[in-house]
Antibody, heavy 127, light 107 residues
Framework: QVQLQQSGPGLVKPSQTLSLTCAIS??????????WSWIRQSPSRGLEWLGR?????????DYAVSVKSRVTINPDTSKNQFSLQLNSVTPDDTAVYYC?????????????????WGQGTLVTVSS | DIQMTQSPSSLSASVGDRVTITCRAS??????VNWYQQDPGKAPKVLIY???NLQSGVPSRFSGSGYGTDFTLTISSLQPEDSATFYC?????????FGQGTKVEIK
């Protein structure tokens, strides 16, 4: 059974960096058949995919344009986890942040979906 | 970005009713649609992937259909535990995007 356990602060000051970690059990961050994503949810933005990382002979990274200049997702193979860093936060970044595993299904396993999620972390940006 | 538009935004139905939620994509996306159920305070849970494939462990009263731009999630016989918010999501191209949600309430 795959489990994703999130950790990180729930309060971040404006202009600072939001940092969250997602510890993986039951799978490997280096898996050749999974990707690892961060998603956030707020009343104003709904569910918003932030980006993903995955290993296919080398590490790949893919970010949403809306946060691309501020976001980094990093795998940590020694601890079997991955992290989210979002720089220069504003109150608009206040949201519940989720990590999630991405799997492929359907024909050719090319239909990707989020099959396991972390428990969510409410991050408030406020001074 | 591909916009996913769900309707209705909310509905109220009785136990045993057949419930249909629709999702329209802003461009053709083949069968690259997934459906999720989210209970209050919880993470979303996948119900259907690739438009019509039932995720393992999900009750068979849930089904999905559609292709191109128009997709449907159907609950064949609504149960009390189905009171939740449902989301569609496209995985045709990044950035992967979600619909705004449909809140289902039990009368």
């Amino acid at each position: 059974q795959v489990q994703l356990q999130q950790s990180g602060p729930g309060l971040v000051k404006p202009s600072q960096t939001l940092s969250l970690t997602c510890a993986i059990s039951g799978d490997s961050v280096s898996s050749n058949s999974a990707a690892w994503s961060w998603i956030r949810q707020s009343p104003s933005r709904g569910l918003e995919w932030l980006g993903r990382t995955y290993f296919r002979s080398k590490w790949h990274y893919d970010y949403a344009v809306s946060v691309k200049s501020r976001v980094t997702i990093n795998p940590d193979t020694s601890k079997n986890q991955f992290s989210l860093q979002l720089n220069s936060v504003t109150p608009d970044d206040t949201a519940v942040y989720y990590c999630a595993r991405v799997r492929g299904g359907g024909f050719g396993n090319l239909f990707y979906y989020f099959d396991y999620w972390g428990q969510g972390t409410l991050v408030t940006v406020s001074s | 970005d591909i916009q996913m538009t769900q309707s209705p935004s909310s509905l109220s139905a009785s136990v045993g009713d057949r419930v249909t939620i629709t999702c329209r994509a802003s461009q053709a996306i083949s069968s690259y649609v997934n459906w999720y159920q989210q209970d209050p305070g919880k993470a979303p849970k996948v119900l259907i992937y690739a438009a019509s494939n039932l995720q393992s462990g999900v009750p068979s009263r849930f089904s999905g259909s559609g292709y191109g731009t128009d997709f449907t999630l159907t609950i064949s016989s609504l149960q009390p535990e189905d009171s939740a918010t449902f989301y569609c999501q496209q995985s045709y191209t990044t950035p992967w995007t979600f619909g705004q949600g449909t809140k289902v309430e039990i009368k």
